[in-house]
């Protein structure tokens, strides 16, 4: 291995300076004016304030946050914009054979790399672990291409709706917290669910689509339950989608809160 070893000093050949002293001078002259010219300000803080918030949208911009002046003069005076910053509405993509996609698909590959503990360490493992093993050992090529092609029309359905939107916000859970002792979800408002798996299928379609997904926890009161939203964008769109989980976290509350010990 060879390291690069810059040149010792002073530098060969050395540096000039004399051409650099007019510009030197130059600076100073204009550097002169423009604090001469603060002294006309009535007030040079909200002067400098103007430069530095412009600087920062400017940053943020960089970073994936749209916004304008005004938002942020507005946000800082507690005041709402004469029009909505963003339009909201109901949408969701066509999510046909998802679920069924899913559970093959899951099956499989929990078949593929556990099987071996269902022959081995079968007294150790969950009712549903055990389930699902089972289920994957059943299947066929057939089955499994037919998952694919199933989950690929829900990506489509999915890639469709972010043409249209920027975000998709979801809930985090189809169900509240519940204690362990409760056993698995199979029940929700008096429907019965087909698979223990099922209550999970409102966060696994965004897994089986792949598509980008931020969770956050939505304020609540000390007396209640938690719970989420899931914010999913378009793939390629993780700067925007972290920068607008920001502000929700900033501007709405949607964030970690530390239950009393």
């Not at 994957?136 to 694919?148: F, K, R, S, V």
């Amino acid at each position: 291995m060879r390291a690069f070893i810059p040149p010792g000093l002073p530098p060969n050949p050395p540096v000039e300076l004399a051409g650099l002293y007019q510009h030197l001078d130059r600076a100073n002259q204009t550097l002169g004016r423009l604090d001469g010219l603060t002294t006309l300000l009535p007030d040079t803080k909200f002067f400098l304030y103007l430069y530095i918030q412009k600087e920062a949208l400017l940053s943020s911009q960089i970073e994936g946050t749209q916004s304008s002046f005004s938002d942020l003069l507005l946000f800082e005076n507690d005041a709402e914009p004469s029009v909505p910053i963003a339009d909201v509405e109901e949408v969701y993509p066509v999510c046909g054979g998802a679920i069924e996609a899913f559970r093959t698909l899951r099956a499989a590959h929990i078949a593929d790399g556990y099987g071996a503990l269902l022959r081995d360490r079968r007294s150790e493992l969950t009712p549903t672990v055990i389930w699902n093993i089972e289920a994957g050992a059943q299947l066929t090529a057939q089955d499994y291409l037919a998952a694919e092609r199933r989950r690929t029309a829900v990506f489509r359905s999915f890639r469709g709706l972010f043409s249209r939107k920027d975000f998709l916000v979801v809930p985090a859970a189809s169900v509240l917290p519940w204690k362990n002792d409760k056993g698995d979800v199979m029940l929700i408002d008096d429907v019965s669910l087909e698979t223990p798996i099922d209550y999970l299928a409102v966060t696994f379609i965004v897994s089986l689509v792949g598509f980008p997904v931020l969770t956050l926890p939505a304020p609540r009161q000390p007396d209640q339950k938690p719970f989420g939203v899931q914010i999913i964008a378009a793939p390629g769109e993780e700067s925007k989608l972290f920068a607008f989980g920001r502000r929700i976290e900033e501007q709405l509350g949607f964030c970690h809160r530390r239950p009393p010990i």
